[in-house]
């Protein structure tokens, strides 16, 4: 089994940045991608970025530019950073991995979920 953990979450001023990171760790041959989603309340969970193999980076129309998404291989650990939040920006977000493990069996594991909460 592989386990996520993030961290980093809480209040941040509206306009601020706030910066997340996931650790991953348990039975971890090779790691496709790392990925942050969030749920707002009363909304489903969107996706807010990823990086995959080879850095390949991507993120969602709705966080527009904002963020930033880089990751440890060594130490299986990926970071969000977002600037400029907004009252919309308040959700729990959820770090997202695809890989495969030590038997050659692919896994998908989610974390508990961080709450950020913007404030005006």
């Known amino acids: 089994q592989v386990q996520l953990v993030e961290s980093g979450g809480g209040l941040v001023q509206f306009g601020g940045s706030l910066r997340l990171s996931c650790v991953a760790s348990g039975s971890i041959f090779n790691i496709y991608s790392m990925a942050w989603y969030r749920q707002a309340p009363g909304k489903q969970r969107e996706f807010v970025a990823r990086?995959?193999?080879?850095?390949?980076?991507d993120d969602s129309d709705s966080v527009n530019g904002r963020a930033f998404i880089f990751r440890d291989r060594v130490k299986n650990t990926v970071v969000l950073e977002m600037d400029n939040l907004k009252a919309e920006d308040t959700a729990v977000y959820y770090c997202n991995t695809h890989g495969s493990d030590l038997l050659g069996a692919e896994f998908r594991s989610w974390g508990q979920g961080t709450q950020v909460t913007v404030s005006s």
């Open positions: 990086i995959s193999t080879g850095a390949k980076t």
